[in-house]
């Protein structure tokens, strides 16, 4: 036979100790904090000095001392490096600019006619440039009519890149491939 057993209920003044301990767990004197007392810096150089970053130019009340350079536009430029193109030389990009003429035309027949699918794209597109329609990247939004739109693809390292614009006038043109390897760069969150 099982027997059931009463819960032991906490009396008030064991409950109030025990809310006493939740209330004062974690407090902590701030001055024994390291982090607490000062701008963050980097670890102590060979010298001896911890070195901080350097106060924007227009701080005029800040101290002159060793610190690490910081630069918004450069730190930005380094983050979207990947995007950037490698040089063509001239023969590469002559010598694709009629595919950039033929994608262009394309581009141009497809933003004029309705109903123009994602796979209607790639292969007119793999068709202009003579490539396989796995080989092109699509960028946009597939609206009727098609508008605000990338394409691109190559070998190599060249790239024939074409746009549709709002108003329905398609571009082409011959760029590197990027660092990342693709023709299309990438957008970008910043």
Same mark, same amino acid.
């Given at each position: 036979?099982?027997?059931?057993?009463?819960?032991?209920?906490?009396?008030?003044?064991?409950?109030?100790?025990?809310?006493?301990?939740?209330?004062?767990?974690?407090?902590?004197?701030?001055?024994?904090?390291?982090?607490?007392?000062?701008?963050?810096?980097?670890?102590?150089?060979?010298?001896?000095?911890?070195?901080?970053?350097?106060?924007?130019?227009?701080?005029?009340?800040?101290?002159?001392?060793?610190?690490?350079?910081?630069?918004?536009?450069?730190?930005?430029?380094?983050?979207?490096?990947?995007?950037?193109? @490698?040089? !063509?030389? =001239? #023969?590469?990009?002559?010598?694709?600019?009629?595919?950039? +003429? $033929?994608? &262009?035309? %394309? /581009? @141009?027949? !497809?933003? =004029? #006619?309705?109903?123009?699918?994602?796979?209607?794209?790639? +292969? $007119?597109? &793999?068709? %202009? /440039?003579?490539?396989?329609?796995?080989?092109?990247?699509?960028?946009?939004?597939?609206?009727?009519?098609?508008?605000?739109?990338?394409?691109?693809?190559?070998?190599?390292?060249?790239?024939?890149?074409?746009?549709?614009?709002?108003?329905?006038?398609?571009?082409?043109?011959?760029?590197?491939?990027?660092?990342?390897?693709?023709?299309?760069?990438?957008?970008?969150?910043?």
């Amino acid at each position: 036979m099982t027997r059931i057993r009463p819960r032991r209920r906490l009396g008030v003044p064991a409950l109030l100790a025990l809310l006493a301990l939740v209330l004062t767990a974690g407090c902590a004197d701030p001055s024994s904090d390291p982090g607490a007392s000062g701008p963050v810096t980097s670890p102590p150089s060979a010298s001896g000095e911890a070195k901080g970053f350097c106060p924007p130019p227009e701080d005029t009340l800040a101290s002159p001392s060793p610190c690490i350079t910081y630069g918004w536009d450069q730190r930005v430029a380094e983050n979207h490096a990947y995007r950037q193109a @490698q040089p !063509l030389t =001239a #023969a590469q990009r002559q010598q694709a600019q009629p595919r950039a +003429a $033929a994608l &262009a035309a %394309a /581009l @141009q027949e !497809l933003a =004029a #006619a309705e109903g123009t699918t994602p796979d209607a794209l790639r +292969a $007119a597109a &793999a068709e %202009a /440039l003579g490539l396989e329609a796995r080989q092109i990247e699509v960028q946009g939004d597939f609206l009727v009519p098609l508008h605000d739109m990338r394409v691109g693809g190559g070998e190599g390292r060249v790239c024939v890149n074409g746009s549709v614009d709002s108003s329905g006038h398609a571009t082409a043109e011959v760029v590197g491939r990027t660092v990342d390897g693709s023709c299309l760069p990438g957008r970008g969150g910043h």
